[in-house]
C-alpha cells in the first residue's frame, strides 16, 4: 500500500525531523512501523518534502537518483538523528557519545554531493538545479545542531514524533494540535464519562 504523503506527516517542521518521523510509533515494539519499509516511498516522500518544505530549502527541489541505492544512507542518517535529537530533546542536552555516529551518517549523505550550501537566500544551494535527497537530509540534520534550534525541539506527547516549536512563547505542545491534541482530549474525555458512569454503576 502507498503512502499518503499528508501535510500531518510533515509537521516535524525541518526536513530532519520529517524524515525521523518516518518511523511511526517507535517506543511501541507491538504497533511501530517504518513508512519507508517499501524504497520507494523514500522518492515519493522527497516529492513531497520539496513542496512542503520549500521554505527550509530555499525552493531547491529534492531529487532521488535510485531510491533502492540510497536507502542505507538514508536509514542511517535518520535513525543517527532520531537518537541523537530524542535524547536532546529529553535531556536538554547534546550526548558526545551519539554524535560520532550521526556526523559520520551526514559525511555518507554528503560524499557524493558537488554543490554549494549556505549562500544568503540558498540555504541548500541553487534553486534552479536539484540537490540529492541524501544530502539535503544531511544539511537539515546538521542544521538542528543550532543551540537556537535545540532549544526549541520537542517530543509529542501522544505520538513521540519530533518537532521544531516555532510558536511565539514556545508552547507548543503537541506536533498537530488538529490530529495528537484532539486525540488526546478525547481519550480524557472518554476516561472521565467511564469513571462516571462507574461510579453510578457502583
Ligand atoms: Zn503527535
Known sequence: MTVSWTPHRFTGGLLALDTANTVVLRGDPERTFDRFDDPAEIARFADAASRFRAAELGDRPLAVSSAVAIAPVVLSIREATDRLFRGATSKGAVATTDLPG?????????????????????????????????????????????????????????????????????????????????????????????????????
Not at 507548543?172 to 490530529?179: F, G, K, S, T
Not at 495528537?180 to 464519562?193: M, P, T
Open 102 to 202: 550521526f556526523l559520520r551518517a551526514c559525511a555518507d549523505g554528503l560524499a557524493g554531493s558537488r554543490t554549494e550550501i549556505g549562500a544568503p537566500g540558498r540555504p541548500f544551494g541553487d534553486p534552479v538545479t536539484p540537490i540529492a535527497f541524501e544530502a539535503a537530509l544531511a544539511v537539515s540534520g546538521l542544521s538542528l545542531l543550532r543551540d537556537d534550534t535545540l532549544a526549541r525541539l520537542r517530543i509529542c506527547p501522544n505520538c513521540t514524533w519530533l518537532f521544531v516549536d516555532r510558536s511565539r512563547n514556545s508552547s507548543r505542545l503537541w506536533c498537530d494540535m488538529a490530529v495528537c491534541g484532539n486525540r488526546q482530549k478525547a481519550s480524557r474525555h472518554y476516561r472521565r464519562r467511564m469513571a462516571a458512569n462507574e461510579v453510578k454503576n457502583a
